[in-house]
């Protein structure tokens, strides 16, 4: 079955960087859009950036604009979120989600197949 799994967050102090990866397995990528959410405790779910088949069109959520960059490497079936100048209110649980098709939703019903998340902790 579809596996997404990501890694790379961790403890980051304001302004600094940190990427994340998301590693597809049980069917190849390509045929997916993909796309990051955010979870922040008390808050629900929510799109920060996603990226269509081919990287054809990347979609942001305003505030990460210009600070994050989502891409995808489907020979490696990964697509990654390259987060810059974090800000404490970037502190959340990062999850990778992925459907079938064409379409980069915001919504978390959009997407079929949910990775397990990874901590990002934004603090001085």
């Known amino acids: 079955q579809v596996q997404l799994v990501e890694f790379g967050g961790g403890l980051v102090q304001p302004g600094g960087s940190l990427t994340l990866s998301c590693v597809v397995s049980?069917?190849?990528?390509?045929?997916?859009?993909m796309a990051w959410f955010r979870q922040a405790p008390g808050k629900e779910r929510a799109f920060v950036a996603g990226?269509?088949?081919?990287?054809?069109?990347?979609r942001y959520k305003d505030s990460v604009k210009g600070r994050f960059t989502i891409s995808r490497d489907d020979a490696k079936n990964t697509v990654s979120l390259i987060m810059n100048h974090l800000k404490l209110e970037d502190t959340a649980v990062y999850y990778c989600?992925?459907?079938?098709?064409?379409?980069?939703?915001?919504?978390?019903?959009?997407?079929?197949?949910w990775g397990q998340g990874t901590q990002v902790t934004v603090s001085s």
């Open positions: 989600a992925a459907v079938d098709g064409g379409v980069v939703g915001t919504t978390p019903r959009t997407y079929t197949y």
């Open positions: 049980g069917h190849t990528s390509s045929s997916f859009s």
């Open positions: 990226i269509t088949l081919s990287a054809a069109y990347t």
